[in-house]
Nanobody, 125 residues
């Protein structure tokens, strides 16, 4: 089992920045590829970003490419999502998730075995 807890969400004006964190406990964090997803009201959960075991490879949805950066610190068992130039359409609950290594970079929810409870991000116009 891997327990994931997100933090860092909040209310920010358009153009602002937020940094989300996802702290992992349980099984060895460094054995899992990680991802961030988000779900806006009335919409399906969608892929945002993913990162491999070492942090050397990252993957992004087109909608966030160039604005968001995923990173991880295996010594701290934490994955981050730095979000810059935020837009109102980025408003959603953001979830981190852990996947087996063979699903590194997957954009499919079904590839991820463990999920956090989510953190709300609201971007005002």
């Amino acid at each position: 089992q891997v327990q994931l807890v997100e933090s860092g969400g909040g209310l920010v004006q358009a153009g602002g920045s937020l940094r989300l964190s996802c702290a992992a406990s349980g099984r060895t964090f460094s054995h899992y590829a990680m991802g961030w997803f988000r779900q806006a009201p009335g919409k399906e959960r969608e892929f945002v970003a993913a990162i491999n075991l070492s942090g050397g490879s990252t993957y992004y949805a087109d909608s966030v490419k160039g604005r968001f950066t995923i990173s991880r610190d295996n010594a701290k068992n934490t994955v981050y999502l730095q979000m810059n130039s935020l837009k109102p359409e980025d408003t959603a609950v953001y979830y981190c998730a852990a996947a087996p290594t063979y699903y590194t970079g997957s954009t499919y929810m079904s590839s991820y075995d463990y999920w956090g409870q989510g953190t709300q991000v609201t971007v005002s116009s």
